[in-house]
Every structure is written in C-alpha cells, then in structure tokens.
C-alpha cells in the first residue's frame, strides 16, 4: 500500500510543496492580524484576510505530544509521529529524528529541516543540542 500524497496542483499548498522541494521549510504569516498560519491557506483563519506571506519559521519547537508506530523490521521498523509546537504558535504533525522513537519526550525541543520520505519533501524535526 502506498502513503505518498501528492502535491496539489495550484494555490498556497502547491506554493508550500515547491518551496519544499527547493529544501526550504516556510510557514504562512497574515500581513493583517500578524498570526502566523499552518497548513498553508488562502485566507488567514484568524481574521478572514487574503494577505498571507511565506516566511521563513526560526525553525525550533517543542514536542506537544508524541507515539511510537510498531512496524517490523523487516517493514522499516518502528517511528515516531509527534505534534510539534513551533515557537511561531502553530502545531504541525511530525517525526523527530537522531533519536529512538521511544526517547522521543513531551517538553523536548527540536529544529526543523527538510527531508525525503517516499521520495517527497517533508519537514522533521531532530532534537536541538541542549536536548541530546
């Protein structure tokens, strides 16, 4: 069974995926009520406005919550998926990486980058240093 989504074809999630591509991490800001905004939109769902912009996140967060999916070895073995906290206000589902799933903690801070899963971008995060 294959799990890869493609990209759309138009609009702000299609934006999003190139920018991905060229391994860059970029989350939504509203020019108007100043909130930033993730998944990608045309409107800000905090005050209605049309007048998102890309920009680049500081790019640390903390783990909100987090699972370890069990998967045979054989199947790629166990991974993580977390909800992360960026320091932006938004959440994002993720994995941390560099370390076992299982070491995985709530409170943990970590850095984004971008990564190829299935051959597609995505964003994960790895443990900042003072985590290690």
């Known amino acids: 069974m294959n799990h890869t989504m493609s990209a759309p074809a138009a609009g702000a999630q299609a934006r999003y995926f190139q920018l991905l591509a060229q ?3 970029l989350i939504q800001h509203c020019q108007d009520c100043g ?3 993730f998944y990608p939109r045309q409107l800000c769902p905090h005050c209605a406005s049309c007048a998102l912009r890309f920009v680049e996140p500081k790019g640390t967060g903390t783990v ?3 699972t370890v999916v069990r998967r045979k070895p054989d199947s790629g073995g166990d991974y993580d998926v977390s909800l992360i906290d960026l320091d932006e206000g938004i959440r994002m589902m993720s994995r941390v ?3 076992a799933p299982g070491a995985v903690r709530i409170g943990m801070r970590v850095r984004a980058r971008v990564a190829l899963g299935g051959g597609q971008p995505m964003v994960v995060f790895d ?3 003072e985590a290690q």
């Open 23 to 25: 391994g860059r991490f």
């Open 35 to 37: 909130r930033y905004v």
């Open 64 to 66: 909100y919550s987090s």
């Open 97 to 99: 990486e560099g370390v």
């Open 127 to 129: 443990p900042c240093q």
